[in-house]
């Protein structure tokens, strides 16, 4: 909603700088075009772009015994499973809702990592499907792109136009052109923001549902640690894998923090290892008594 929010707010700047409404319906047209179309449609894009293709439980039945435990464990649909043939182990989960959800594999996923560090890894992605990630990522990408595209038109077309030049307009002019620098910028930081939340959300999440934080812990280790290049994978698609695909880019200085689509692995492998998952007693609608589990 903020975000929307955000994007109206520079319309209705860049439409009073330049004297024209053109550009608060075009905020307007743009955000609720690509969210809807994105929201019927991303994760086909998504497949497309990392080549990803559909399996069935034939093709590798001890990867859809793990995926349907979970489910039963999450009390989730099953998903739709696909494999990248890419030889780094990485993975990501993408869908509108649970319903119409993915969970992606990469081949050397599968070849790399033994059973309990697989689970781990599903179970981090599944915990992503349950906590709605999978949308709300589709929904912030979106909205940064349509922030880029007003900044952009606002820069090809609206020098030379708008209100005549006294001191109050002129001040909004500037405000307009910091406006349209600055809005993407601080719109992926934003994003990228989200993303690295949600990681830390999503592994704490997965450790409830396997109660095993080492499984996940050595599994990141092992994908952080191997120098397989992703063949098909792009900055736009980066922030949805476990651990950004591409290998060597991320540095130590702080500017290549800020713009990192996931939080340091060894804050992630240090927080697993600190975790204790404990049972707890929990009266279920019927108020029966049911064994439930925490982090401590």
Not at 159 to 166: L, Q
Not at 208 to 224: C, D, F, H, Q, V
Request: hydrophobic letters at 45%; glycine letters at 6%; one cysteine or more.
């Amino acid at each position: 909603m903020l975000f929307f929010v955000f994007i109206i707010i520079l319309g209705w700047l860049f439409s009073y700088v330049l004297d024209s409404s053109f550009f608060l319906y075009l905020a307007v047209v743009i955000s609720f075009a690509l969210s809807i179309s994105s929201y019927w449609f991303s994760d086909k894009i998504v497949l497309s772009t990392t080549g990803a293709v559909p399996i069935e439980k034939a093709d590798n039945p001890e990867l859809y015994r793990i995926v349907e435990n979970l489910c039963i464990t999450t009390g989730l649909p099953m998903p739709k499973i696909y494999i990248m043939d890419e030889a780094q182990p990485n993975a990501f989960a993408t869908g509108r809702d649970k319903e119409h959800a993915v969970v992606a594999v990469t081949r050397g996923l599968l070849e790399k990592l033994d059973r309990v560090e697989l689970e781990g890894v599903i179970a981090h992605e599944m915990s992503h499907i349950r906590n709605r990630d999978i949308l709300l990522q589709t929904v912030v990408v979106v909205l940064v792109g349509s922030i880029a595209i007003i900044s952009n038109f606002f820069f090809r077309f609206g020098f030379g136009r708008g209100r005549d030049r006294d001191n109050n307009n002129i001040i909004f002019l500037i405000l307009g052109i910091v406006a349209a620098i600055l809005a993407p910028i601080a719109g992926k930081i934003l994003q990228l923001a989200i993303s690295r939340q949600r990681e830390f959300l999503a592994d704490a999440s997965g450790v409830l549902i396997t109660r095993y934080p080492e499984g996940l812990a050595s599994a990141l280790e092992k994908i952080s640690q191997d120098s397989s290049p992703m063949e098909h994978s792009s900055n736009s698609v980066a922030h949805l894998f476990i651990e950004s695909p591409l290998k060597g880019e991320d540095q130590d200085n702080w500017m290549s923090k800020l713009f990192a689509t996931h939080p340091p692995v060894e804050e992630r492998i240090a927080a697993l290892r600190g975790m204790r998952v404990a049972p707890r007693k929990e009266a279920n609608e019927d108020g029966e008594p049911v064994e439930k589990y925490t982090i401590q």
